[in-house]
C-alpha cells in the first residue's frame, strides 16, 4: 500500500454560511468513515486560514521568520487527507468523493515518496 496526501484547496475570503457549512462537514463526515470502514483512512485535518502560517528560511546562517503564508495567491490549502491505497486508481477513487462534497473546491493527490 502506498500513502497518498489528498490536499483541499480553497478560495481565499469567508467561509460558507454555517448551515451549508454544516451539510458540507456532515457529508465529509460520511465518506470519511467510508474511507475508515474500507481501512484506508491514515489521518485527516482541516487547517487554520492561511493568514495564521508562519514561514521559516533559513540563508545557511540565519533564519528568516515572517507571518502569513508561504505564497501570495488567490487559493491555499485548507486540509488534508492520508489514505493508504493499492494504486494512484484508488486513491483517486476516494479524492472523486471528496471533491464531490467540497465541489467546487480542487484536491490534489500525491504519492508520499518512497
Known sequence: MTNYLLSVYQPDGP??????LARIMADLDVVNQEIKDAGAWVFS???AAAGSATVL???GRDVLITDGPFTEGKEHLGGFTVIAAADLDEALTWAAKIAHVLAPLSIEVRPFAA
Open 57 to 59: 528560511k533559513s540563508d
Open 15 to 20: 467561509v460558507p454560511e454555517p448551515a451549508e
Open 45 to 47: 485535518a482541516g487547517l
